[in-house]
């Protein structure tokens, strides 16, 4: 299993971005779905996770009510639409896949332990 995240960019605050992250060598709808981020000198830290079907999401707090995280199984690809952005926001976007395909309900969720594979990550800078 192979994941390609793509969709950075450079965007100014308040401004939106929708990351991708298309799954090879496997079956999207087999998998939980997460992101990560990643910031210079930070640790990787959770932002969201969907279940196999996507009824099921979890969130951040920093992140509710801005991002929203979704899948289309028949193309075996997974999105983070990302809204009013924030300077500290910047970071690299990583995008992990979880064999629990219920892991969004879960606050195991958060644990990048627990997600088997990673995107090579998106790079996401947000100018003020």
């Known amino acids: 299993v192979q994941l390609q995240a793509s969709g950075g960019g450079l965007v100014q605050a308040g401004g939106s971005l929708r990351l991708s992250c298309v799954l090879s060598?496997?079956?999207?709808?087999?998998?939980?779905m997460g992101w990560f981020r990643q910031a210079p000198g930070k640790d990787r830290e959770f932002v969201a996770a969907?279940?196999?079907?996507?009824?099921?999401?979890r969130y951040a707090d920093s992140v509710k009510g801005r991002f929203y995280v979704s899948r289309d199984n028949a193309k075996n690809t997974a999105y983070l639409q990302m809204r009013d952005l924030k300077p500290e926001e910047t970071a690299v976007y990583y995008c992990?896949?979880?064999?629990?395909?219920?892991?969004?309900?879960?606050?195991?969720?958060?644990?990048?332990?627990?997600?088997?594979?990673w995107g090579q990550g998106t790079l996401v800078t947000v100018s003020s």
């Open positions: 992990a896949a979880n064999v629990n395909p219920y892991i969004a309900g879960s606050n195991a969720a958060a644990d990048t332990t627990g997600y088997g594979y």
């Open positions: 060598g496997g079956t999207l709808s087999s998998y939980g």
């Open positions: 969907i279940s196999w079907s996507g009824t099921g999401t």
